[in-house]
């Protein structure tokens, strides 16, 4: 029988030390009041039109995000099962950018000009470029790539809980994030960011921290943004 000891949280990994320090950030991201009206069925369909185009922005500064993770990953990892986790995240995006196109037609949402970043979304991609400058450490960008990818898992998977009552013409938006394989994809790339931090100096292991915290924040500001439009 594996020994425990005195907290039995020995063998837990650096990420769920950091959601039990931080639950209630983390709870504030993943429940949102926009992501509870999904899945209550109130939601204002305005609030999810400023949502889709702002999100379509979004991913296209998440690509060259993924990108430079693989740079980092090609150069840095100590294991190359992460550039393949990584690219197959990459591979999805293109499938996300063609979903958008699709789903914005439907909604009648223009996603050419004159679309432009709310300041939230805007600052948030401003973050996404912070993490891809060369300096900028794999592990820390690994953990907050996860974050990013786990905060949609988690919000769009409670909208697809037997208690939901997410309107139907909602729940492929809800399917993309919040289906069991993208659950998996977010298990590996928590099991990578574990991983690295497990073996990280104690300055990585504080940036990474605040990394995490930064995109939390950065997501509650972007349902924010959603909810009010603005
Ligand atoms: C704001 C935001 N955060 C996360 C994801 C999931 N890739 C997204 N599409 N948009």
């Not at 037609?105 to 400058?133: A, D, I, T």
């Not at 592990?139 to 809980?161: D, K, N, R």
């Not at 590996?188 to 104690?202: P, T, Y």
Request: with cysteine; charged share 25%; proline share 3%.
């Amino acid at each position: 029988m594996e020994k425990k000891g005195k907290t039995g949280m020995e063998n837990e990994g650096v990420i769920d030390t950091w959601l039990r320090k931080h639950r209630l950030l983390y709870v504030g991201a993943t429940k949102h009041p926009f992501i509870l009206s999904i899945s209550d069925g109130t939601i204002d369909i305005s609030s999810f039109k400023t949502w889709l185009g702002q999100d379509y922005i979004f991913v296209r500064a998440f690509v060259p995000f993924v990108a430079s993770l693989i740079v980092k990953a090609w150069k840095e990892s100590d294991d190359r099962s992460d550039m393949e986790v990584i690219l197959g995240g990459m591979a999805a995006l293109n499938d996300e950018l063609e979903w958008f196109k699709k789903e914005a037609f439907k909604w009648g949402v223009q996603l050419s000009h004159p679309l432009l970043p709310h300041k939230p979304n805007q600052e948030y991609c401003r973050f996404l470029e912070s993490l891809m400058s060369v300096e900028a450490n794999y592990t820390v960008a690994i953990t907050a790539f996860w974050a990013i990818e786990a905060v949609y898992q988690e919000s769009f998977a409670l909208c697809l809980g037997d208690e939901s009552r997410t309107p139907p013409e909602l729940k492929e938006t809800c399917q993309r994030w919040g289906s069991e394989a993208f659950a998996k994809y977010c298990c590996s790339l928590k099991h990578i960011a574990n991983r690295r931090l497990k073996q990280a100096s104690d300055d990585e292991l504080k940036k990474a921290e605040v990394a995490l915290l930064t995109v939390l924040e950065h997501e509650v500001e972007f349902w924010n943004m959603s909810r009010s439009g603005s």
